[in-house]
């Protein structure tokens, strides 16, 4: 029995003996594993607003005395973080009295902060800017390219200086930079704005504020807001005449950067009245979009009024454009074809027409195809007082003489013949229409200003080459022929 205690406790000592060897063995040779956290920048995971978080920095849980200054974890001022350790905050009243103690040989002052600002901000809280190198901020998510609008009651009360600045910033969570400096000494809540447009690529945007100041000067601020105009691109419009033409029609790419996802759609309006589609043209006109917080934007849109039908109006004039008969018109759909056809007008002759600004007359009858905008024809006559089927002021009097050889009248009275002026026919008269003379007979004729030395023309019909451009004569001789044989006497030695 012994024995076998013995042997029972050493068979245990090796059997642990074993076990510990094992485990050693195992974890030399098994490696270890670790979970790797990766490190991640929450500012680019986390959702941001679109605008600014409590505005009127309230805390939560909120506590503090009125009149005095409290340090405020950044977890306990939703929406605000600071580039320090705190945010410090004063807790308002009524007519907030502020008490400064003495500071070295600085006697204490009491200071009065009003508890309303120039708006009507009536939260319990303000922010006090701290006096260091450390701002406030808020990164809000932004559309590069927008607008953002911001606005804030500012207080200033110097203690011993009398001035103090505050500086709004913006830019990227990396780097900020003022916008503006707000010049603050007054003893009064003044209400400073701005806006700032979100460079290219920029999707979040920090907006902070810093007092430039020391210890000397205490600064505070209260309902700073940012609002974005929405965004909207003018859609130049063509329309027919008297169409009613809605705003939202005008302009696309309508939205709103600041919408929190609920809000509604802006709407779009004409702040001038709607446009008058009543006449042709294209014109400017003003279209208003508006969000939800009231923020607009005025966008000029290019409207133009087209016609549906073109009218032609037909005049008639004479030489000098003075008119001579009632205007008619055509009423003609876009693309027809308009054909003229000039009225019959007593004791005038049509010769042809003028279309629209164009000084030049055409002849025959106008034409007009694929018509998309109103005409003025003019319609083009001349007087023809004697209704002879010319123009009376084109009219051309070639006198006829009868004559011997000396140029003597034979007993007939002369003839006139009326030519157009410029016409390239000039005048013609046959041989056989001229006149039988008793005692006469026909040898040629002789154009005006030829003299005896010139030999007779005796072609047949006797001609003046046109265009003849003023008044002429001809003359028709004739010889003696007192036996009527149808020869020329011989002449009397």
Aim: charged letters at 20%; a negative charge.
């Amino acid at each position: 029995m012994k024995m076998n205690k013995r042997w029972s406790k050493a068979a245990a000592l090796f059997l642990n003996r074993a076990v510990l060897l094992f485990f050693v063995f195992y974890t030399i040779v098994t490696p270890i594993h670790f979970e790797k956290t990766e490190e991640v920048d929450a500012s680019q995971v986390e959702p941001k607003p679109k605008v600014i978080q409590n505005p009127g920095f309230e805390p939560s849980g909120a506590t503090g005395q009125a009149g005095l200054t409290k340090l405020y974890n950044v977890g306990n001022v939703p929406g605000w973080s600071t580039t320090g350790s705190k945010i410090p905050l004063l807790r308002k009243g009524s007519s907030t009295q502020i008490s400064y103690p003495a500071v070295g040989s600085s006697p204490a002052v009491n200071a009065t902060v009003s508890t309303l600002g120039p708006n009507g901000s009536d939260a319990s809280y303000a922010l006090d800017l701290p006096k260091n190198s450390s701002y406030i901020y808020q990164d809000i998510a932004t559309v590069p390219g927008s607008t953002l609008k911001w606005s804030g009651d500012f207080f200033g009360y110097p203690k011993y200086r009398d001035d103090g600045f505050a500086d709004v910033l913006f830019g990227t969570p990396s780097s900020v930079a003022s916008v503006k400096r707000c010049s603050l000494s007054g003893k009064k809540w003044e209400q400073y704005s701005g806006s700032y447009v979100v460079p290219a690529g920029q999707t979040v945007t920090r907006v902070g504020l810093r007092s430039i100041t020391n210890s000397d000067l205490y600064l505070y601020v209260d309902n700073f807001k940012i609002t974005i105009p929405p965004v909207a691109t003018a859609e130049p419009k063509t329309v027919n005449v008297g169409a009613t033409v809605a705003a939202a029609s005008l302009v696309k790419d309508v939205s709103d950067p600041d919408n929190m996802g609920s809000d509604p759609v802006p709407t779009v309006t004409f702040p001038n009245g709607a446009p008058n589609t009543t006449t042709e043209g294209t014109f400017d006109v003003i279209v208003r979009v508006t969000d939800n917080e009231g923020d607009y934007i005025d966008v000029t849109v290019k409207l133009t009024v087209k016609a549906t039908t073109a009218t032609i109006t037909e005049k008639y004039v004479d030489e000098a454009n003075a008119s001579i008969g009632a205007d008619t018109s055509k009423v003609k759909n876009l693309g027809e074809t308009y054909t003229g056809t000039p009225l019959p007008i007593e004791d005038y002759i049509y010769l042809g027409y003028k279309l629209d600004a164009d000084s030049a007359l055409k002849t025959g009858n106008p034409t007009l195809t694929n018509i998309q905008a109103a005409h003025t024809v003019q319609f083009v006559y001349g007087k023809d007082a004697n209704q002879n089927g010319i123009v009376d002021s084109k009219e051309i009097i070639v006198t006829e003489k009868y004559v011997d050889r000396t140029g003597t009248a034979i007993g007939k009275a002369n003839t006139t013949k009326v030519i157009d002026k410029n016409s390239p026919a000039g005048y013609s008269r046959p041989v056989a229409d001229l006149p039988d003379v008793d005692g006469y007979l026909y040898l040629g004729y002789k154009l005006s200003g030829e003299t005896d030395a010139v030999a007779l023309h005796t072609g047949d019909p006797a001609t003046i080459a046109g265009p003849i451009v003023a008044n002429t004569d001809i003359r028709f001789v004739y010889g003696e022929d007192n036996n009527n044989n149808n020869q020329e006497d011989a002449p009397i030695i």
